[in-house]
């Protein structure tokens, strides 16, 4: 684990040290207060959904995997074999549409297949080592990174997410400072683009997206208590 994060450390310093020094070839203009409201709204919504579904997975695996002597294949996991990283790959995604041009998006999407399918690889030869037929079956039945949407629509979302104020409160550190750093980067364009208050024409509809999170943890951390 440790030189997995520092492998995707030295990734996103190489990232961050690139778009340093081109800026220009990488933000997206901030001109369209209708288009700029549209993408932070989306990107907030996806990036506090991939956090979410990463506390979601990580919390019920640790609480169900008995140590890794039990193959976890309900809950987030009945969904898709790889919450996780597709929770990554939801916060990802959300960030670069909020800064980024188009193009970003597909370079982007590249850069996680190539990082993480390797991953996924790894961790699927060693499941079926370890579960063998246990692991095929699942395989056969569960997709490895995006659920089916009928599936996912066909029952209550606390099912797919469930979620405990104790798993949230284990990975608030790293949650918080994300979602700050995209609002504050983002207030900073768009008041370089055009003034306080072209930003604040857009705050209003990110806050309404942050509070519905919010009810969607209550919600979530309710139904999950309730089922148990």
Not at 1 to 20: C, D, T, W, Y
Request: charged share 20%; proline share 4%; hydrophobic share 55%.
């Amino acid at each position: 684990m440790k030189k997995r994060i520092k492998i995707n450390g030295v990734i996103i310093f190489l990232i961050v040290v690139f778009i340093a020094f081109f800026p220009k070839a990488f933000f997206r203009d901030r001109v369209s207060v209708a288009v700029n409201g549209v993408t932070a709204v989306l990107g907030i919504a996806l990036v506090l959904l991939g956090q979410i579904m990463r506390i979601s997975a990580r919390g019920y695996k640790s609480e169900n995997s008995r140590e890794g002597n039990a193959l976890v294949k309900d809950g987030p996991y009945a969904f898709v074999r790889n919450p996780m990283y597709l929770g990554i790959l939801l916060i990802g995604l959300g960030i670069v549409l909020i800064f980024f041009k188009p193009w970003v998006v597909a370079a982007f999407l590249l850069i996680f297949i190539a990082r993480y399918l390797a991953l996924i690889f790894q961790e699927e030869k060693k499941l079926l080592a370890v579960f063998p037929a246990e692991y095929k079956d699942y395989q056969n039945k569960v997709p490895r990174l995006f659920p089916s949407l009928k599936s996912f629509f066909s029952q209550d979302i606390s099912a797919c997410m469930p979620l405990k104020w104790s798993w949230v409160s284990k990975e608030i550190n790293s949650v918080l400072p994300v979602l700050f750093f995209t609002l504050l980067v983002q207030l900073w364009l768009d008041i370089r683009a055009g003034g306080l208050r072209f930003y604040l024409k857009e705050a209003a509809s990110i806050a309404l997206t942050i509070a519905v999170f919010i009810g969607l943890v209550v919600y979530l951390n309710k139904k999950t208590n309730a089922a148990r």
